[in-house]
């Protein structure tokens, strides 16, 4: 039986000398909000928690800057901030594109014999939030997991994602005038990104070969949730820097836009025949 780290805890309770009070009051801070009392003030918190209104003060400034409070009047009255509603919302919207979705990229997986994922968009960067190992030897190099994050401007799954947006929002998004470029193919500027995402809108797909990384392509496909918007991509890994001949390289479209089509479906989508990602979704996954 192994021995306890010397740093870590041991049995189910952490000792105290772990909590970090600062984090710990913040916590308690937001706990006392509730739709009985949406609007509390410093003294009030104060008196509740027996923290001297100095520090609640300090607190609530903290976690106002973060957008977890705002002010709810003129006066030094706090009310939550949309910080916390994100946090609830994406944590049930990536809990339910988890559920419905795994099966989807595995039955993705199988079929195309590629690793699969769905990928949602936090401001800036993709998210990896769910994924289907292939079992072929060629993907022990690729190193993306659930939980890793990429650039959203340099890579395809961002500019799918990015589909709904704006040129005004991808100013207001990227306000630089230069962006990080990661290879000679990334977009420079706001108006080459936002060329390259409305390309892929209107193809209803992106392909990239060894445009972010040297050695690995991808397909990407949209999916969309009841209202029609864009909520989450599907992604097939293809090992190499390029996919293979134009017949593959159609075959593995159509597989991962079937299957965005499939997850949207579950999301309550209703495609139109004109959605360009149902054009390309003609055939079954199966088929590949």
Do not use: W
Not at 134 to 152: C, D, E, I, W
Not at 216 to 241: C, E, F, K, L, M
Request: glycine share 8%; proline share 6%; with cysteine.
């Amino acid at each position: 039986m192994s021995e306890p780290m010397p740093n870590e805890p041991e049995g189910a309770k952490a000792d105290a000398n772990y909590v970090v009070p600062g984090l710990e009051r913040g916590l308690r801070i937001l706990a006392e909000f509730s739709p009985r009392e949406p609007v509390l003030g410093a003294p009030e918190l104060s008196k509740r928690l027996g923290i001297p209104r100095t520090t609640v003060f300090r607190l609530l400034q903290t976690l106002e800057s973060l957008g977890f409070l705002e002010r709810a009047d003129k006066d030094r009255n706090y009310r939550l901030g949309v910080a916390v509603l994100r946090l609830g919302f994406e944590y049930l919207s990536s809990l339910e594109l988890t559920d419905l979705g795994l099966p989807v990229i595995e039955h993705l997986r199988d079929a195309t014999g590629f690793t699969t994922h769905i990928v949602i968009r936090d401001g800036r960067d993709v998210v990896f939030v769910a994924k289907a190992q292939s079992r072929a030897p060629a993907f022990s190099s690729v190193r993306v997991n659930v939980g890793t994050r990429l650039p959203a401007h340099a890579t395809v799954h961002g500019h799918v994602l990015m589909g709904d947006l704006t040129r005004d929002a991808l100013r207001q998004l990227y306000p630089e005038k230069r962006l990080d470029q990661f290879t000679e193919r990334t977009p420079g500027t706001v108006d080459e990104l936002y060329e390259r995402v409305r390309q892929y809108a209107r193809l209803g797909y992106a392909l990239s070969e060894g445009a972010f990384e040297a050695g690995i392509s991808a397909v990407t496909a949209p999916v969309r949730d009841h209202s029609g918007s864009i909520v989450a991509a599907i992604t097939a890994t293809v090992p190499r820097s390029e996919i293979g001949e134009a017949a593959e390289k159609e075959r593995l479209v159509e597989a991962v836009c079937g299957a965005a089509v499939d997850l949207s479906r579950r999301l309550d989508y209703r495609p139109l025949d004109s959605d360009p990602t149902v054009a390309h979704a003609r055939h079954k996954v199966a088929m590949f």
